[in-house]
């Protein structure tokens, strides 16, 4: 059989699966004749496809089975495995009954890289450095997912983002600590709306589950409430945003990386290991229970006035403003 699949095993919340993106674009410069397929949950695979150009498979459809019995893989998954050329783990520690099934179906001499996906922070270095040394055995592929960092650093992943209207707002988060208090967002709306700039709040599933209905409704009468139904709508509201806001989340890492000013701010993790990636992102630390409104609000319009000022970047040997290079 002709081996021209890559896979990626990715199961992690969408922050670190976005985190994971340089490492996918590499493998598919590296790799053009081949099918790049991340093997993760479907929404998140569907946003990949959606960004990156790659192919997915949902890691519900029976690829649970290589944890405990091959036999049970369905054929559909089989059959990819037995086309892979290079699997990528993300995963803590390799798993010794996954990866012996894996090899027992897409042999023992298929190339398989395992990413601990969880740095120490104590180390103080970015994710993504962290990944890069974990590919030192495979020179090339760090290489490229390098060349991949700075395109990302300097235009994010979607090179047809050009600015939107208003700022867009993420009060929440997977844990309540890394939470600044919801009234100050409200504040902050209000000074933007001052300001003449529409505001839109945008909660997902945690908020809807945790989040009693009178912060709802006071939210919804400071500014319009959005509630995606999946990453693509998520990705539809940020992508007309001139600007985003909002705590250590998945969503201002999604933002970041395709292009959209934004302010993640951070309480108790790192902004040096867990900062987003994106051409337009700033990172403010402080004690979230006592950091002032007026100091994100002056630290976000400094931001919002940098992006509109599009910095110059060279392409065909002359200069012209970052995102008309078309």
């Given amino acids: 059989m002709l081996r021209r699949h890559v896979l990626i095993f990715h199961a992690a919340a969408l922050g670190d699966f976005v985190l994971s993106w340089p490492l996918a674009m590499a493998l598919g410069r590296l790799y053009p004749q081949s099918r790049i397929i991340y093997v993760t949950h479907g929404d998140k695979a569907a946003l990949a496809g959606q960004l990156l150009g790659v192919e997915a498979s ?22 990819r495995l037995a086309g892979a050329q290079l699997i990528v783990a993300f995963a803590a520690t390799p798993n010794a009954t996954w990866t012996a099934n894996v090899q027992a179906i897409a042999s023992d001499t298929v190339d398989i890289i395992t990413i601990n996906p969880h740095p120490n922070e104590a180390a103080a270095r970015h994710v993504s450095q962290h990944i890069l040394q974990q590919l030192q055995a495979k020179p090339v592929v760090q290489s490229a997912m390098q060349q991949m960092l700075l395109a990302i650093a300097a235009m994010g992943v979607r090179n047809g983002y050009r600015g939107g209207a208003g700022v867009v707002l993420h009060p929440g988060s997977g844990a309540a600590r890394k939470c ?29 589950a945790r989040w009693p209905a009178a912060a709802i409704a006071q939210c919804r009468q400071t500014a319009p409430v ?6 693509a709508d998520l990705l539809a ?34 902004p040096v290991v867990w900062k987003p990636l994106g051409p337009a992102a700033a990172t403010l630390q402080a004690d979230l229970a006592t950091l002032p409104v007026e100091d994100v609000y002056r630290m976000a319009m400094r931001l919002l006035a940098a992006a509109q000022r599009k910095p110059l970047v060279k392409t065909g040997g002359k200069s012209i403003p970052q995102g008309d290079e078309d």
């Fill in 58 to 79: 949902d890691v519900e459809s029976g690829w649970s089975a290589l944890y405990a019995d091959a036999g049970k893989l369905p054929a559909a998954c089989q059959k």
């Fill in 237 to 270: 509201e940020l992508a007309t945003a001139a600007l985003f806001v909002g705590n250590d989340s998945g969503p201002g890492h999604l933002a970041a990386i395709t292009g959209v000013p934004t302010l993640s701010l951070f309480g108790p993790t790192s």
């Fill in 226 to 231: 959005i509630f995606p139904d999946n990453y």
């Fill in 180 to 208: 600044w208090p919801r009234d100050r967002f409200l504040q902050l709306a209000k000074k933007f709306q001052a300001d003449g700039l529409p505001v839109r709040i945008v909660l997902g599933e945690v908020e809807r």
